[in-house]
């Protein structure tokens, strides 16, 4: 019931102006709270960058405010689907350090009631490589795969640190809970990049979408095997996050030349079809980022499917979409998706967000998922 009341009092501190239909009001009770976002990396292309943004490239204004935000609602945990620094290096010194600054901004939340579980971008295992022709090619590589073990490991997971602060178990975890070399195009170690775990009927599965060997891909016999176990076990609700995007979002308003863009699982179309019937044969929701927007679409409804692609990548990164070519407000927002699963079944998805002129938080978009 204490879930429930903190929920209800930040929709009432948190004025709406929703693009759709307000969500049922429902009065089943809260079991699980979580938030989730991605890509709050900054870029030390742009201009007017100081000495200190070049040297941590974090966009410290967006984070902080998501984070004092989201304190409010005290969420049991956030799921951050990646980018959460520059990366792109393979220098130890220089990744440590983008990870320090990065992990030093989420103390605060940590320390005041959300447990952070980190899933791995492409600027934490990429980068960049120029073929023999000189173009530009971003990979990954099993050197920064390690670097993220060694920054991120003692997050995923510290079950007493989670049961501390989440006041849940979890349950189905242990640390070799993850793809295995040879399957899924997988040659490197992927333990604590791809991973998953139970809290009480939803089962959490964590994917790494940028294998070393194996860029733009999803484990999708792992995560195959991983939902049918958890099935057996008894999870009711099932819940993914990658950074790629399954299905690349591209507005009405966009040129012709941009219809085609692939950016995520696109790239291998057999990968993108085998991961979306998964998804919607277990009624999944998947949260991802990369794209610095936030969409929502049931990419195949209008084949009869009902499962959900929530790009929620607003975490404070340069936007993908241009002012011309937006189709909705919320595409070139600050925002992140704040997440209850109810007793009964239902899920509750409220998009939080506030423009570019930092102008008030409010809720950009809010739909109900049925039982």
């Known amino acids: 019931m204490k879930k429930l009341l903190l929920t209800l009092v930040t929709l009432l501190l948190i004025p709406c102006a929703s693009n759709t239909a307000r969500a049922e009001v429902t009065t089943s009770p809260a079991v699980f709270h979580f938030t989730t976002v991605g890509d709050c990396r900054g870029d030390p292309s742009l201009p007017g960058a100081t000495e200190q943004d070049l040297l941590w490239v974090q966009n ?4 902080t405010r998501m984070i004092r935000e989201m304190q409010v609602s005290k ?3 956030l799921f951050f689907n990646g980018d959460m620094i520059y990366g792109y290096s393979t220098n130890k010194e220089k990744m440590e350090r983008y990870y320090a600054y990065w992990r030093g901004m989420m103390a605060n939340l940590i320390e005041s009631g ?8 492409n600027h934490e295992v990429q980068i960049k490589v120029k073929n023999a022709e000189g173009i530009e090619k971003k990979t990954a590589v099993v050197e920064n795969e390690n670097i993220w073990r060694s920054n991120m490991g003692d997050l995923i997971l510290d079950l007493n640190r989670w049961k501390s602060i989440t006041h ?8 070799e809970n993850s793809p295995k ?6 040659t ?8 998953s775990f139970d809290v009480g009927k939803n089962h959490f599965s964590m994917i790494n979408t940028d294998p070393a060997g194996f860029d733009s891909s999803a484990p999708v ?3 195959e095997a991983d939902f049918k176990a958890a099935k057996k076990r008894g999870a009711k609700k099932f819940f993914i996050f990658g950074h790629k995007m399954a299905y690349t979002y591209v507005t009405p308003k966009m040129k012709e030349e941009h219809k085609d863009k692939t950016d995520g699982f696109d790239a291998r179309p057999e990968i993108r079809d085998f991961f979306w019937n998964l998804v919607e044969a277990y009624h999944a929701v998947y949260f991802t980022g990369h794209q610095h927007t936030y969409h929502a679409e049931q990419p195949q409804k209008n084949n009869g499917g009902k499962a ?4 929620v990548g607003g975490g404070g990164s340069p936007f993908s979409i241009s002012k011309e070519y937006i189709d909705k407000e919320g595409e070139r927002m600050f925002s992140w998706a704040d997440v209850v699963v109810h007793e009964n079944g239902k899920v509750s998805i409220r998009i939080f967000g506030f423009d570019e002129d930092f102008g008030p938080t409010r809720i950009v978009e809010e739909w109900d998922i049925a039982s």
């Open 114 to 121: 959300t447990y952070v579980v980190p899933i791995p971008g």
């Open 221 to 223: 016999k792992w995560l």
């Open 188 to 195: 490197t170690d992927q333990r604590q990049l791809s991973y």
């Open 168 to 175: 849940e178990e979890v349950s189905a975890w242990n640390i």
């Open 60 to 63: 410290t204004r967006v984070l």
């Open 75 to 77: 969420p049991q945990a």
């Open 308 to 311: 959900w692609q929530v790009i």
């Open 181 to 186: 070399i040879g399957t899924d195009g997988i």
